[in-house]
T-cell receptor
Framework: DAGVIQSPRHEVTEMGQEVTLRCKPI?????LFWYRQTMMRGLELLIY????????DSGMPEDRFSAKMPNASFSTLKIQPSEPRDSAVYFC???????????FGQGTRLTVV | GIQVEQSPPDLILQEGANSTLRCNFS?????LQWFHQNPWGQLINLFY???GTKQNGRLSATTVATERYSLLYISSSQTTDSGVYFC???????????FGKGMKLTVNP
C-alpha cells in the first residue's frame, strides 16, 4: 500500500484565494483526520471523520475552513478565503478506527502571502 | 482535555550515545503512539504501545498506563535519528490524538 497520499505537497497562494488540500487514505481505513502543524501551536486536530461522517470538527478554526469526505477514498480540506495566518503544514492521517494506530501522510506545506 | 508533556524539550548527543525520552499524560489512556518527525517533515510511526514494552532494533518503548507515562529509549544513536519525537494519546473516549510539544533530538557525528 502506498500509504496516505496528500496533494499538493507544497502550495503558495495569495491572500484571499481559495485553497483545496486533498487526501487519499489507506484502503480499509475508516477513520480520517486532518491536522495542522505550526510552530506556535504544534500539532492540532482540525476535524475527523469516521465512515465518511464528520465526528468532531471542534478544531476547525473558523468558517473559512471546511472539510468533506464524499467517499471512503477521498477527502478535501478547503480554506476560503485564505489568510497569511493559515500558513502551516497540514497533515491527513487515517486509521482503522476505535483508537487503533494512526498513519500520517507526508503533509502539505501551505504558504499564504 | 488531556495534557501531554514531553521531556526533555531538546537533546544533543554524540553519535553512539544512548537516550531516554519521557512522555507524561494527565489521564488514563488506552492508546499511545510515538512518532519521529524527520528533517523533511515526515511523521513516521515508531510505536503503538498502549501498555508494556516493545522493541524495534535500536529503539524500544515502555508504557506504564497505571502511572500515566511512557518512555522511548534510543540506543547507539545515529545521525539519522535526528529530528523531533512526539508522543500522542487519545482525548477522552474519542479517536482524537492529542500530541505533546515534541522533543528535538540532534545527533552529531
Amino acid at each position: 500500500d502506498a500509504g496516505v497520499i496528500q496533494s499538493p505537497r507544497h502550495e503558495v497562494t495569495e491572500m484571499g484565494q481559495e485553497v483545496t488540500l486533498r487526501c487519499k487514505p489507506i484502503s480499509g481505513h475508516n477513520s480520517l483526520f486532518w491536522y495542522r502543524q505550526t510552530m506556535m501551536r504544534g500539532l492540532e486536530l482540525l476535524i475527523y471523520f469516521n465512515n465518511n461522517v464528520p465526528i468532531d470538527d471542534s478544531g476547525m478554526p473558523e468558517d473559512r475552513f471546511s472539510a468533506k469526505m464524499p467517499n471512503a477514498s477521498f477527502s478535501t480540506l478547503k480554506i476560503q478565503p485564505s489568510e497569511p495566518r493559515d500558513s502551516a503544514v497540514y497533515f491527513c492521517a487515517g486509521g482503522k478506527g476505535g483508537n487503533t494506530e494512526a498513519f500520517f501522510g507526508q503533509g502539505t506545506r501551505l504558504t499564504v502571502v | 482535555g488531556i495534557q501531554v508533556e514531553q521531556s526533555p524539550p531538546d537533546l544533543i548527543l554524540q553519535e553512539g550515545a544512548n537516550s531516554t525520552l519521557r512522555c507524561n499524560f494527565s489521564d488514563s489512556v488506552n492508546n499511545l503512539q510515538w512518532f519521529h518527525q524527520n528533517p523533511w517533515g515526515q511523521l513516521i510511526n515508531l510505536f503503538y504501545i498502549p501498555s508494556g514494552t516493545k522493541q524495534n532494533g535500536r529503539l524500544s518503548a515502555t508504557t506504564v498506563a497505571t502511572e500515566r507515562y511512557s518512555l522511548l529509549y534510543i540506543s547507539s544513536s545515529q545521525t539519522t535519528d535526528s529530528g523531533v519525537y512526539f508522543c500522542a494519546v487519545p482525548q477522552g473516549g474519542s479517536e482524537k490524538l492529542v500530541f505533546g510539544k515534541g522533543m528535538k533530538l540532534t545527533v552529531n557525528p
